[in-house]
Structure formats: structure tokens, C-alpha cells
Antibody
Framework: EVQLVESGGGLVQPGGSLRLSCSTS????????IDWVRQAPGKGLEWVGR??????????DYAASVKGRFTISRDDSKASVLLQMTYLRTEDTAVYYC????????????WGQGTLVTVSS | DIQMTQSPSSVSASVGDRVTIACRAS??????LAWFQQKPGKAPKLLIY???SLVYGVPSRFSGSGSGTDFTLTISSLQPEDFATYYC?????????FGQGTRLEI
């Protein structure tokens, strides 16, 4: 069974940092790209960024709203992905989901349950 | 960036009704479109990809159509478990973008 489990969310002050983790199981992790998508309370879905697989040189892409502040990395030996968030702003408050891209790298076929990040003083 | 606009933002319907949700892209995306269902407190669930391909295990009452800039999601006969929020998403180019969502309620 494919599983993605996020952890690391919590309350952080504006300007602070937080690291989220996405631990996976049930599939060949190294074959798949992994994305982060967030959802502010009561709002819609916003794409955050992607880390591609080894075949694609672990290339990353980011939304303009987080570029330069957020960094995505992965450890294929641990089947996990990290989202390092720095210089956090109140508008970064959201549930953060990690999601797997399908075999062809196109579609978000499996999602984690999400972890809540609250940025507030 | 490609803007995705859904209509309506919310719709009231009854069990057994046929419902159609529209999604328009600000520029052509061929068939690089997916539809998701999200229930409160849960992660989104992929229903349709490539504009019209049904995910294995998703009931056949769900269907998608369209290409280019205009797309639709149709639920042929609403069931109680279908009341949720639906999102379209373009996978044509970065940044990936979603529609604002359509809330389907009783």
C-alpha cells in the first residue's frame, strides 16, 4: 500500500524556520518525483514545489511565492523528502501535503494526510 | 502563469442530480488537466487525469471532457458521498496551478 506521511508542522514565529518531512512506503521511491502542495485555512490548493527523481538529476522547481526561502531535498535511501522553510511569513500558514507524481511524472496520484504549519507571533 | 478558473464556485444539488463543473485555462493546455475531489479535513483525491481518463476505482458516474482551454467534470447521478469540493489542476507547465474550487453541497 502506497503511503506518504508528513511530519514536522507546528507553530513558528514570523521570520522563523521549520523543516517538514515526508516519509513514504509501499512503492519504489527513487522512481518518482515528489511535490509539496499547501492549503491555507479555508482556501484552495497552492503548489509549492517539486523534486524530481535521480534520472532527472533531482531537479527542483518552486513557486515564486517560496523561491529563495524554501528548499526541497530527498534521501532515496530513506524514501523521504524534506521541505526546509525559512523566513516564514504569516501567509505561509497552511496545511502542507506531500504528493507523489505517477510513473510518468505527470499526475498527483497519492497524497499524504498533511501537516499544519502556523506562522504567528 | 496559467490561471485556472472554475465555475460555479458553489452549487447546490440533490442525490440523483446530474452536475457539471467547468474549468477554463487562461491559455491552451492541450489535455494536461486533472480533477480532484476533496472532503473536509482530508487530502485531495485524484479522479480524472489527461482531461478525460478515469482513475482506476473511481465510479463511472464521474467523467471529464475538454481540450485546449475549456474543460468539464460531470457527475451523472449524484450520490451522498459525492458532496465535496472539486478542483481542476493544469499540468502543462510550471508553476502548477489549481482552480479555486467548486463546493458541491446539498
Amino acid at each position: 500500500e502506497v503511503q506518504l506521511v508528513e511530519s514536522g508542522g507546528g507553530l513558528v514565529q514570523p521570520g522563523g524556520s521549520l523543516r517538514l518531512s515526508c516519509s513514504t512506503s509501499g512503492f519504489i521511491f527513487s522512481d518518482h518525483h515528489i511535490d509539496w502542495v499547501r492549503q491555507a485555512p479555508g482556501k484552495g490548493l497552492e503548489w509549492v514545489g517539486r523534486i524530481k527523481n535521480k534520472v532527472n538529476s533531482y531537479t527542483t522547481d518552486y513557486a515564486a511565492s517560496v523561491k529563495g526561502r524554501f528548499t526541497i531535498s530527498r534521501d532515496d535511501s530513506k524514501a523521504s523528502v524534506l521541505l526546509q522553510m525559512t523566513y516564514l511569513r504569516t501567509e505561509d500558514t497552511a496545511v502542507y501535503y506531500c504528493t507523489r507524481l505517477d510513473t510518468y511524472g505527470n499526475w498527483f496520484d497519492f497524497w499524504g494526510q498533511g501537516t499544519l504549519v502556523t506562522v504567528s507571533s | 502563469d496559467i490561471q485556472m478558473t472554475q465555475s460555479p464556485s458553489s452549487v447546490s444539488a440533490s442525490v440523483g442530480d446530474r452536475v457539471t463543473i467547468a474549468c477554463r485555462a487562461s491559455q491552451g493546455i492541450s489535455n494536461w488537466l486533472a480533477w480532484f475531489q476533496q472532503k473536509p479535513g482530508k487530502a485531495p483525491k485524484l479522479l480524472i487525469y489527461s482531461a478525460s481518463s478515469l482513475v482506476y476505482g473511481v465510479p463511472s458516474r464521474f467523467s471529464g471532457s475538454g481540450s485546449g482551454t475549456d474543460f468539464t467534470l460531470t457527475i451523472s447521478s449524484l450520490q451522498p458521498e459525492d458532496f465535496a469540493t472539486y478542483y481542476c489542476q493544469q499540468a502543462n507547465s510550471f508553476p502548477i496551478t489549481f482552480g479555486q474550487g467548486t463546493r458541491l453541497e446539498i
